[in-house]
């Protein structure tokens, strides 16, 4: 069983950043594929950015270039990293770790952007 506590979220001013940290308890830290999902009111959780356990990330278009994933193994940690943040990027992010078929979900954390 794997449990993952975000932190880190809050409100921001467009074009200010923020960094969310994800912390997970377990032994396997390292093995799983860890991702950060959000979902704005009224629309489906999405995919934001994905990090493999080699190191391999991909993000979606609209984060790209702004956002940054990384991995810290021996904090057993994920962070986002967000940049020149948008009014639109304004949702609850989850954090989220697959290993096979198990996967787990963060209880998330509120960002908002706003002036």
């Known amino acids: 069983q794997v449990q993952l506590v975000e932190s880190g979220g809050g409100l921001v001013q467009p074009g200010g950043s923020l960094r969310l940290s994800c912390a997970a308890s377990?032994?396997?830290?390292?093995?799983?594929?860890m991702g950060w999902y959000r979902q704005a009111p009224g629309k489906s959780r999405e995919l934001v950015a994905r990090i493999s356990n080699g190191g391999s990330t991909n993000y979606a278009d609209s984060v790209k270039g702004r956002f940054t994933i990384s991995r810290d193994n021996t904090k057993k940690t994920v962070y986002l990293q967000m940049n020149s943040l948008k009014p639109e990027d304004t949702a609850v992010y989850y954090c989220?770790?697959?290993?096979?078929?198990?996967?787990?979900w963060g209880q998330g954390t509120q960002v908002t952007v706003s002036s």
């Open positions: 377990g032994s396997i830290f390292s093995a799983y594929v």
């Open positions: 989220h770790g697959q290993l096979l078929n198990a996967d787990y």
